[in-house]
């Protein structure tokens, strides 16, 4: 059955929304694989700190684009049949119009009639506020539409999610600008100011792992009966909470591409204030260092921080809290671990993957990958 999709210029295309994240996005392909058995998602190997994402919808025919560095629904692509037997894999409409279908042929004129009059761009295109027609031939009314292109309206700012950014306030909390800011003060904010502010968590994780006491010989790197992880997917934070409800670390995710991690998480549009510049997930860890110099968490504090497994506490999303972490680190300075996912749930098969290190400061602990060298994930605690 050929679906049906409803053009709607500067805002959608069926189900696909501009400004939606990838993390949402994907998790509507995989959540419908009758509707869409297939996709694939690519971006640039040699840069992924600073790559967009693409992802490909083979039936029915939608190539999504999400821009860096939010990772959001910039830009929808629908190639088009232009000879009369070919069918497309949808039915494109407009209003109560339908424009394209199978052995539904999309040309200049219907465009004019169904749309009105417009410039004609370069290139063979037609434009409209939000929308571009792709056409081939020479100039005349029949030209044939080849692709069809959703983009936002020219002066529109994408919006999605409600969080535009996060501010990170190390030995604090965090500032999330919704777009209104509202503070999250770790030993004040409770549960229930959450649920509040951003809903109910999409899981809540409980677990107990008592490996951090067995490597470091201390009864305080186990979580304390009650603590409960609260999973923010498509935000990309995690709370941890005491038994009494009060939020005790925050840990953001940057969802780098090529990582373990990839799209467990949406993107956080995190960023940690110094006196210079903010730092992000494509700051070197070099200034990490200049910027916080007084590096009082040593690599315990980093390993108690990080409950309850001491992988990224991020992992408590699934069962996936089996990373492994190691004391020998080589090179690296005294108040960095290395943490290994590979041995993590889901990890099975999977080939090319990196460490990380683990890097304490006071007040934040950031997680680097080995092989992208961007940060992926920030966590908060007091």
């Not at 009758?34 to 967009?52: C, G």
């Not at 996936?320 to 749930?345: H, K, Q, Y």
Request: proline share 8%; glycine share 12%; with cysteine.
């Amino acid at each position: 059955m050929t679906p049906t999709f409803e053009l709607c210029p500067g805002k959608s295309v069926g189900p696909f929304q501009l400004g939606e994240t990838l993390w949402a996005i994907v998790d509507v392909l995989r959540s419908s694989k009758t509707a869409y058995p297939k996709f694939e998602l690519s971006w640039d190997t040699h840069s992924p700190l600073l790559s967009p994402v693409t992802v490909h919808i083979p039936h029915p025919g939608l190539t999504l684009f999400f821009s860096h560095p939010t990772q959001r629904l910039s830009l929808i692509s629908i190639p088009l049949p232009v000879s009369g037997s070919g069918l497309s894999g949808l039915s494109l409409t407009y209003e109560t119009h339908v424009l394209s279908g199978p052995n539904v042929r999309l040309d200049r004129a219907k465009i004019g009639r169904t749309l009105g009059p417009t410039y004609a761009g370069g290139g063979g295109a037609l434009r409209y506020p939000g929308v571009e027609f792709g056409l081939k031939g020479e100039g005349g009314r029949e030209d044939a539409v080849e692709k069809v292109t959703v983009l936002p309206k020219e002066g529109r700012e994408i919006v999605g999610d409600p969080i535009r950014s996060c501010v990170i306030q190390p030995g604090r909390g965090a500032t999330l600008h919704m777009p209104e800011p509202y503070e999250i003060i770790i030993g004040q904010t409770t549960g229930q100011d959450l649920l509040l502010d951003l809903g109910p968590p999409l899981r809540k994780f409980w677990k107990e792992d008592d490996r951090m006491e067995r490597i470091w010989g201390r009864a305080d790197t186990k979580l304390e009966d009650g603590e409960c992880f609260w999973n923010y997917f498509q935000f990309g934070l995690d709370f941890l909470l005491s038994p009494s409800g009060v939020v005790l670390k925050i840990i953001a995710h940057s969802n780098i591409p090529g990582t373990p991690l990839f799209q467990r998480y949406a993107r956080c549009p995190w960023t940690l204030p110094t006196s210079t510049t903010p730092l992000d997930l494509a700051s070197p860890l070099s200034l990490f260092r200049k910027a916080f110099p007084a590096n009082t968490a040593s690599g315990r504090d980093a390993q108690s921080y990080l409950s309850p497994s001491g992988a990224s506490a991020a992992s408590a999303s699934t069962a996936s809290v089996s990373g492994t972490v190691s004391t020998s680190i080589g090179e690296s300075a005294p108040d960095a671990m290395i943490l290994d996912r590979t041995g993590e749930a889901g990890m099975d098969g999977v080939i090319g993957m990196g460490q990380s290190r683990l890097v304490g400061f006071k007040g934040v602990i950031v997680e680097e990958d080995e092989k992208t060298k961007g940060i992926c994930s920030v966590l908060v605690y007091k």
